[in-house]
């Protein structure tokens, strides 16, 4: 640790408080996987003086890595990291989040937070459907070991799979589509893009400030040609770093 901290700059061509550079560069090793969870950090007074800064100075920056939940404080124990797990997912085929997680030896869990039928214009031409057309709205915080992933926002047809207006939220939905709605998949497509938490994702997230995330755009056919699901999953950029096999 003691190493990696002799990286830490300050600038003072920059206008940005010396305690928020400080927070910056900790948080950038976090996500770079180079202080992982149970790292110790120096104490107020020891970075301080290392820094050549006031104490205060100091206690801005980790105050506020706590209340980014990247931090926690064990009375002696002193302060240590509280990285989110990072997972390297391979794309390459259609999987849930479920199959996704469980693959990578952890524990997926979701919390329903919209459950609804409804009616969109926008989602309907999406689907090719009239805009009178029914669709399943589901959005859900997914969590890997208890740390939330990803918010995710998806879309399904009613009018290919009318039983999932039943489906209880329990369980995987692409099982449920499969074994109760007599769906099975063909194709899908789907596009990332670098964008930064909306106001929800970075409370969902726990992140003090809105932070860099992955949005994935994702449009799965059956083996029919109709499209049955529309998914923008937005997964936080701390925690992920996917994984593409390319051909030579």
């Not at 009239?130 to 740390?147: D, E």
Request: net charge neutral.
């Amino acid at each position: 640790m003691a190493n990696r901290l002799q990286r830490l700059r300050l600038d003072d061509s920059i206008s940005e408080p010396y305690y928020q550079q400080i927070k910056r560069q900790i948080e950038d090793m976090i996500v770079a996987g180079e202080l992982a969870t149970g790292s110790s950090l120096p104490s107020e007074r020891d970075l301080a003086e290392a820094l050549n800064v006031s104490r205060t100075t100091v206690k801005r920056c980790y105050d506020a890595l706590r209340e980014s939940d990247v931090l926690s404080t064990h009375g002696r124990g002193g302060t240590t990291v509280k990285a989110p797990p990072r997972v390297s997912p391979s794309l390459g085929r259609l999987k849930g989040f479920t199959e996704e997680m469980r693959e990578l030896g952890m524990e997926p869990s979701s919390q329903v937070l919209a459950h609804d039928i409804q009616s969109d214009r926008t989602i309907a031409s999406i689907f090719n459907r009239p805009s009178s057309a029914l669709f399943l709205k589901l959005v859900r915080l997914r969590s890997a070991n208890g740390n939330v992933m990803t918010r995710e926002v998806a879309w399904y047809d009613l009018t290919l799979a009318p039983s999932l207006a039943d489906w209880d939220t329990q369980g995987s939905i692409y099982a449920y589509l499969q074994e109760k709605c007599g769906v099975v998949f063909g194709t899908a497509d789907q596009t990332v893009e670098a964008v930064m938490s909306s106001a929800e994702e970075t409370h969902a997230f726990g992140f003090h400030v809105s932070g860099p995330c992955l949005l994935f755009k994702r449009r799965s056919f059956s083996s029919m040609g109709p499209l049955v699901e529309y998914v923008e999953g937005t997964f936080r950029g701390d925690a992920y770093a996917y994984r593409m096999q390319l051909a030579v």
